[in-house]
């Protein structure tokens, strides 16, 4: 069965510190994974999407990895900011067409920066 | 660009009652999409779009019906609401450019969601 999981499933951190949060994955067949950022009573924003072949990719301050050999991949959070308060999810497609019809969605991790 | 916009935003209904959730992009963007998301849970896909004319099912599709008569909107029917369709409906869109057979961009922008509440 195709599976996302995350962990921690919340968080709480102080304003400038960093974090990172984890993604473990069974999906099959594996076309990409992103990250999303989701505040509350808005739409999931794309952070990142990595495709089998890239094992990094960053976006401002947030830098994710992917080690499509163990199915992990992790979200780095630098130098956190109050804004950075959301919901992350990590999002596996099983499909190679690009039409995102066979996404796994995970949970989400609450993340919430305090002052 | 508007982006993804959703109407309305909050809306409550009687067991029975039919309503629309109502999707526009300004993008032009070939493929949309409607998820929900219940507490706890992450999203399901209900239906999906191609393109102007064509619609799929997606995950959980029972209880909806979609249209797609232009390239800009894709409206979300609920014919007889149930309290389990209680739940934040998202509406996004996408654009694929293959680049070669196989591949394309992935990107999905989310409009607001509509929260709806069936009692």
């Known amino acids: 069965k195709n599976q996302v999981e995350q962990s921690p499933q919340s968080l709480i951190i102080l304003e400038g510190k960093n974090c990172t949060l984890q993604?473990?994955?069974?999906?099959?067949?594996?076309?990409?994974l992103r990250w999303y950022k989701q505040d509350t009573g808005r739409g999931p924003v794309s952070l990142t999407i990595?495709?089998?072949s890239e094992n990094t990719k960053s976006n401002g301050r947030y830098t994710a990895t992917l080690d499509a050999d163990t199915k992990q991949s992790s979200l780095h959070i630098t130098a956190s900011q109050l804004s950075d308060s959301a919901s992350y999810i990590c999002?596996?497609?099983?499909?190679?067409?690009?039409?995102?019809?066979?996404?796994?969605w995970g949970l989400g991790t609450s993340l919430a920066v305090n002052p | 660009n508007a982006g993804v916009t959703q109407t309305p935003k909050f809306r409550i209904l009687k067991i029975g009652q039919s309503m629309t959730l109502q999707c526009t992009q300004d993008?032009?963007?070939?493929?949309m999409y409607w998820y929900r998301q219940d507490p706890g849970m992450g999203l399901k896909l209900i239906y999906y779009s191609v393109g102007a004319g064509i619609t799929d099912k997606g995950e959980v599709p029972n209880g909806y019906n979609v249209s797609r008569s232009t390239t800009e909107d894709f409206p979300l029917r609920l014919e007889l609401a149930a309290p389990s369709q209680t739940s934040v409906y998202f509406c996004?869109?996408?654009?694929?450019?293959?680049?070669?057979?196989?591949?394309?961009?992935?990107?999905?922008?989310f409009g607001p969601g509509t929260r709806l509440t069936v009692t």
């Open positions: 993008m032009n963007h070939n493929y």
């Open positions: 990595m495709t089998f």
């Open positions: 999002v596996v497609s099983a499909d190679n067409a690009g039409n995102n019809r066979k996404l796994i």
């Open positions: 996004a869109s996408s654009y694929l450019r293959p680049r070669r057979p196989g591949q394309g961009t992935y990107e999905q922008y």
């Open positions: 993604c473990n994955y069974t999906v099959s067949p594996f076309s990409n």
